[in-house]
């Protein structure tokens, strides 16, 4: 699709932030429940680089949230997720694979306890909101099922939280990983959660009146200089680096929490009901057949893998890429793959077919990216 | 987002046709459930000239399908659907307002009953697999809810027709509209129905095995010199100058059908039971508060509208233009706009904010652009 313009229309939704992002300059676009979501504005390689120094501002609204409200929300909510939420206390996030009744992979939501009757499922990329309400309706669950106008903010970056203590407060330091606190804004109270798609720190900011988008980015930006703050995105590069797989892209409906290494967000060992344990249970007992892995591939630098690419060992087919790209602080090819368990022993060469060639590939463990620095 | 350009990632599926789209000089896509859908090939206006004459073929693969099969995929589909399925029968097409409890639209499918126990949903961009799968588990229903491998190209154009009676032979003549016949390809038989996008004329073939996309594409292709074929796709200003508004674009889950003039494919007067028939039925009798109209609008040409532009009358908001284009042949600005009922009459003269204007627009029928020729 070299060259391929996006087309705009109404159903590639604009978001609170828009007018501030295209006058960043953004030059790269994907398409994210309905909405624009930002994948580059100088480079990815440059914006890589400055993400993992400085501070950067991301317009994420295209998290879009599922609101759960009212008598029956806490039971749905824990119906549709396979993390245990029984417990969820207000004021936590929660990371809760959904699964279908086969144990496959619906979204990987954040999950927010807003209070006893109300939650938010920060979702990624297929619309959660209609497998909930379709669920709450043949449930004949006493719960209402919204997309509310609650559009993510996030900073990012190493110098994310100094930032965010000059325009909110010392108050911001003593958020904790996964935690959410309210602050003050225009008279609104915003969510800040210590969380975000990148593992250079943060915060993700839930406005929820779109009106103040414009004034939200330009509280920020005037604070900025100090951080040497510039528009960003969720970076290809730093992402897999990070270990920080996609749905939709290194996941999808044909695969189950078990299949890419998320055993520990499922709970299978107490008497947790949620729809599709049966089938984690079923598949844990006999064995998963393949799994999501990374790899180093030699050879020719890697563009950003847009079609998975086939994986070969000893002439068979053994998996796909389903991301990948040329990291230049660790100068490899690193991505992630979807294996037949053959191979999925950490040290295995295996092959990649990338267009045209044929590369040499060696199969490690998705935490390991960062030792290769 | 003039200039910026989509980025690649799995997670925009590529198509059976995708090479072939490439190879034929697209110039810009949208993403429409989470697959590429070609927008533009040559030009926005030469694509419609072009459209309106001749032949096209069409990648419009990702008009997926969610497929019902088993015992209950019957009870499921007239469940879903406001149209009253109950008597569907096999090699028909029905378009199908998929609502709610509160009425809201969340698709608007063509609905194809391949067999008693077998039906699929032929969507438009938003995930109705999801919504189809959490209603049969919390029914409880005995039905399997699932996206095959079955990917529409479509070809379109008043020679359409004489192409296909050249590829698949004359039966291609006796399908009438909104029906679909088998026709044998490489050892498969493919469903095609005469249907598809735009006012032209044309067909849909419902390929099922991605592998023969190639295939069935260069037999197409092959065949199409004498009717001037080329690549194409869904055209905005054929779309808009036909009055084919689009899901997403015109009408969203804060409209009814009864908003968007689709009362006829309602069954609110017979016994059907249906999700959101109450709410239609109590909207009915309070009567609707906007609806869905057409506008020619006055003054400069109009670009695109990617963002709703606000409709005014007499100084107060009266509601939004959805879609909107010039059209060349007609030698005017076209749109489709959701307004509040007080304007609703024919001939009511409005104002619309565009880019930094105020211009005048006439309020019409939605048929009735292809009047104005």
């Not at 501030?20 to 914006?47: C, I, K, W």
């Not at 409200?69 to 997720?81: E, F, Q, W």
């Not at 050879?299 to 040329?326: D, F, M, R, W």
Request: charged share 20%; glycine share 8%; hydrophobic share 40%.
């Amino acid at each position: 699709m070299a060259g391929a313009q996006i087309f705009p229309s109404r159903r590639l939704r604009a978001t609170p932030f828009s007018r501030r992002v295209e006058a960043a300059g953004v030059s790269g676009y994907t398409v994210y429940n309905h909405m624009l979501l930002p994948t580059v504005f100088q480079g990815l390689a440059e914006d890589y680089h400055h993400l993992k120094k400085y501070a950067q501002i991301w317009d994420v609204s295209a998290e879009r949230q599922v609101q759960l409200k009212g008598p029956d929300a806490h039971k749905l909510a824990c119906m549709m997720s396979a993390r245990d939420l029984r417990n969820a206390q207000p004021g936590r996030c929660y990371y809760a694979p959904i699964c279908n009744e086969n144990g496959g992979l619906l979204n990987d939501p954040v999950a927010l306890c807003i209070a006893e009757d109300t939650y938010w499922f920060s979702i990624a990329d297929s619309d959660l909101l209609h497998w909930a309400a379709g669920l709450a309706q043949g449930m004949g669950l006493d719960v209402e099922v919204t997309e509310p106008d609650v559009s993510p903010l996030a900073i990012q970056g190493p110098m994310a939280e100094d930032l965010l203590v000059d325009v909110f407060g010392p108050k911001i330091r003593d958020i904790k990983f996964f935690r959410f606190a309210s602050f003050p804004f225009k008279g609104r109270m915003l969510n800040i959660a210590r969380s975000g798609w990148s593992k250079q720190g943060g915060f993700e900011i839930y406005l929820d009146d779109s009106s103040l988008g414009l004034d939200l980015w330009d509280a920020i930006a005037e604070k900025g200089e100090p951080y040497n703050l510039r528009a960003g995105c969720p970076n290809l590069i730093e992402r897999i680096e990070s270990g920080l797989f996609g749905y939709g892209n290194d996941m999808t409906i044909e695969d189950t929490p078990l299949e890419v290494g998320l055993d520990k967000y499922c709970a299978l060992d107490n008497d947790a009901e949620f729809i599709g344990k049966e089938a984690l249970l079923r598949q844990r007992k006999e064995g998963i057949q393949k799994k999501l892995m990374g790899l180093t591939i030699l050879g020719n630098q890697l563009e950003p893998v847009s079609v998975p690419l086939a994986c070969l060992h000893s002439g068979s087919k053994v998996g796909i890429v389903t991301s990948g790209v040329y990291s230049p602080d660790l100068d490899a090819n690193i991505a992630f793959a979807m294996l037949d368990k053959s191979v999925c022993v950490p040290g295995t060469e295996i092959e990649v077919r990338t267009s045209g060639n044929i590369q040499m590939a060696t199969v490690c463990e998705i935490s390991s990216f960062e030792t290769l620095a």
